[in-house]
């Protein structure tokens, strides 16, 4: 079985941003990257990050968005957490960010989510929409 | 409310009106954001009184409420996440409904590994990284 190639180096991806405190003052929160536990409407706990290879991707099936972030995919694997960037089976303009703890509160593994969420962060921004970008608001 | 953080406050270290005032502030803001329709996803639990009250009790005891400032508050799926951001230094007090609350502290260093650490939260503990924050 053939490993899927990561996305190179040289490429950005994108984030769509669900929820408005993923972004305060115009910077990219932490929350932007923990991935979500089981909910009522969602019970399978996320697994890894959706993001987009284009702008509009990261967005199209948010129902409404509050930007979205941009990371340069060099900037996220050089970060020393063994994290991988990875095309999504049958979604050419998808991408997951592959890597990070799962939801937990146990302390090591809830220090591990944080410090990792905080800094891809660090290596966000957000990134400027069209105004004709779908749902933009 | 009011009267929690009152009693708490003892002759040496009481605070002035301004610090006071701005702790109220904080713990009326604690309660706005956990009881609000505006923050957060479609379908995301809603912190429990358990957890809010866990939150407020553990900022009420923080001494001196000068500390405190003006953190962001936070929902992530019922919990409640208080963070505070100075620099490249961050503090983020966790609040959960099952179990004890959680401090982790990040400090952020251009081109090398971040130094970070989480530990149980208690009001001596939150106020010693709050003056590392600020220090």
């Known amino acids: 079985m053939t490993a899927v190639p990561l996305i190179p180096n040289d ?12 972004s ?18 969602f019970p399978i706990p996320e697994q890894e990050l959706s993001l987009g290879l284009t702008v509009e991707a990261a967005i199209d099936e948010l129902r409404e968005h509050y930007g979205v972030a941009e990371l340069s995919v060099a900037a996220i694997h050089m970060l020393p957490h063994g994290l991988a960037v990875r095309p999504t089976p049958n979604e050419p303009l998808k991408a997951d960010l592959l890597g990070l703890p799962l939801h937990s509160t146990e ?5 591990l989510a944080v410090t990792i969420a905080k800094d891809l ?17 | 409310m009011p009267q929690c953080i009152e009693d708490l406050t003892t002759a040496s270290h009481r605070p002035s009106n301004l610090f006071l005032w701005q702790a109220l502030m904080l713990v009326q803001a604690v309660g706005d954001a ?42 992530f799926y019922g919990e409640l996440h208080l963070n505070w951001d100075k620099g490249a230094k961050q503090v983020l007090l966790m609040c959960f409904p099952d179990r004890d609350p959680l401090i982790h502290h990040y400090l952020h260093i251009p081109g090398a590994p971040s130094q970070h650490d989480i530990e149980v939260a208690t009001p001596v503990r939150l106020a010693h990284w709050l003056r590392w924050l600020n220090a």
């Open chain 1, 11 to 22: 490429r950005d991806v994108y984030r769509g941003m669900r929820n408005p405190s993923w």
């Open chain 2, 34 to 75: 956990a009881s609000s329709n505006g923050i957060g996803e479609q379908g995301e639990p809603k912190p429990s009184p358990a957890t809010v009250k866990t939150a407020i009790d553990l900022i009420a005891e923080v001494t001196p409420f000068s500390l405190l400032g003006s953190p962001d508050i936070d929902l």
């Open chain 1, 24 to 41: 305060k003052r115009g910077i990219v929160s932490y929350l932007a990257f923990m991935l979500r536990p089981a909910t009522d409407q």
């Open chain 1, 121 to 137: 962060a660090n290596v966000a921004h957000l990134a400027p929409l069209s105004p004709f970008s779908p749902s933009s608001q």
């Open chain 1, 107 to 111: 302390e090591h593994q809830r220090d």
